[in-house]
């Protein structure tokens, strides 16, 4: 008599339930963004939008290029134009390293210099790294931090699209301190020691890394429209949305502390003016540029033929196909970036993307002008 009672109503409130869980799932599909497309609004110069577009394959959304030969400058846009500002991650490195090589002329610092005698790291195996070694990614020091409470921001940045890198100042130098150094002087990839390099810079100026980029690298350059947004505070209303390689919008990544190693956002414009000043030579800290020690980097698969590989200050060397090709390529969780110049033949390629898909072989292809 009971079973007859309570079965219905139970029976009921399932079918209820899973209707609700339906409804659920189908209002979250709706309400869920489409993946964005690579934009069909076109402008510059249509013969170079054609010939990079093959090479767009996981760019989403915007994509600026800009192709420098000689005195020429040819650029085209997908859904953008020269004053839209990009994420340029890790290509804040080659200014940073400019700083480094331009306070080395003004005889503020040596590239001996340690960075214990710079910032509070008295004590601490990183104390007597020199300034040489955080640019050039020969200090020992891990990419990111090695202790378990400090990989916490990386864990939650796969699981919940959150920016990791979220220490102020002191809080990268506390990493830095704590940091044990491996294989010291061999080339391993370092987001830390290009952060610490900026502090010390900063500090040898008396100064912060914001107002040394801009009084000695934006400002000279004429890149008024660059900016290093510690904060997103600091990031205007309309600044782009970036995109996962699956379409997912990104927060921001204003990387505080760890700025100098990949916090800098641009635009065209500001790029075509970096780069032209890389070219013929006027740019501060320019010697940062020169190939210093080898490294076995490759960043662009086996397409083109590849020879000697170095780095410099942060700046990459590398022989491929016949020409000396000098690079960096940056990406945060929604962009990606890449410059690369034939300084012999006074040409470079800049290519911008609101997507985290690498830009590197399509940044390679119109370099050497291949199909």
């Known amino acids: 008599m009971v079973d007859h009672v309570t079965a219905p109503p139970r029976r009921s409130s399932l079918v209820v339930a899973l209707a609700l869980a339906a409804i659920v799932a189908l ?16 402008t510059g110069d249509p013969a170079l939008a054609a010939q990079v577009r093959p090479h767009l394959q ?18 085209a846009h997908f859904g953008a134009n020269n004053d839209t500002a990009y994420e340029i991650g890790s290509i804040t490195k080659t200014v940073t390293s400019l700083l480094l090589a331009d306070a080395i002329a003004r005889g503020e610092v040596t590239a001996d210099t340690n960075v214990g005698d710079l910032l509070p790291l008295a004590g601490a195996a ?11 990614h020969r200090s020992g020091l891990p990419i990111v931090a090695t202790r ?38 061999q080339f391993a990839y370092s987001n830390l020691g290009g ?71 641009s635009t065209p414009a500001d790029m075509i003016r970096y780069a032209q000043a890389l070219l013929d030579g006027s740019a501060p800290g ?20 590849s020879g000697e590989q170095n780095v410099g200050y942060a700046w990459f060397t590398e022989e491929i196909s016949g ?14 970036s890449i410059i690369v110049l034939d300084r012999a033949n006074h040409r470079a390629v800049i290519i911008l993307s609101n997507t985290n898909a690498s830009v590197n072989e399509a940044g390679m292809a119109l370099l050497l002008g291949a199909g």
């Open 27 to 42: 209002l979250g599909a709706l309400a869920r963004p489409n993946p964005p497309s690579l934009s069909t609004q076109v």
């Open 58 to 75: 996981g760019a989403l959304d915007r994509v600026s290029v800009a192709v420098i030969a000689g005195d020429t400058v040819t650029y």
């Open 126 to 136: 990183v104390a007597d790294v020199s300034l040489a070694e955080l640019a050039s």
């Open 148 to 185: 378990l409470r400090n990989l916490v921001p990386l864990y939650l940045r796969a699981v919940t699209h959150r920016n990791p890198y979220v220490h102020d100042v002191e809080g990268v130098i506390a990493q830095a301190r704590a940091a044990t150094l491996s294989h010291r002087g």
């Open 195 to 265: 952060a610490l390099l900026g502090h010390a810079l900063a500090s040898a100026a008396n100064t912060d890394y914001a107002g040394l980029v801009q009084e000695r690298i934006f400002g000279p350059l004429g890149m008024t429209a660059s900016s290093v947004p510690v904060t997103a505070g600091n990031l205007p209303d309309d600044a782009p949305t970036g995109y996962s390689t699956t379409g997912k919008a990104e927060p921001p990544w204003t990387l505080n502390g760890w700025a100098p190693a990949g916090g800098i956002r």
């Open 286 to 305: 320019v010697d940062a540029l020169t190939p210093r020690w080898e490294t076995d980097l490759d960043a662009f698969g086996s397409r083109w033929e």
């Open 323 to 336: 020409r000396t090709v000098t690079w960096h390529d940056g990406g945060t969780a929604g962009f990606a």
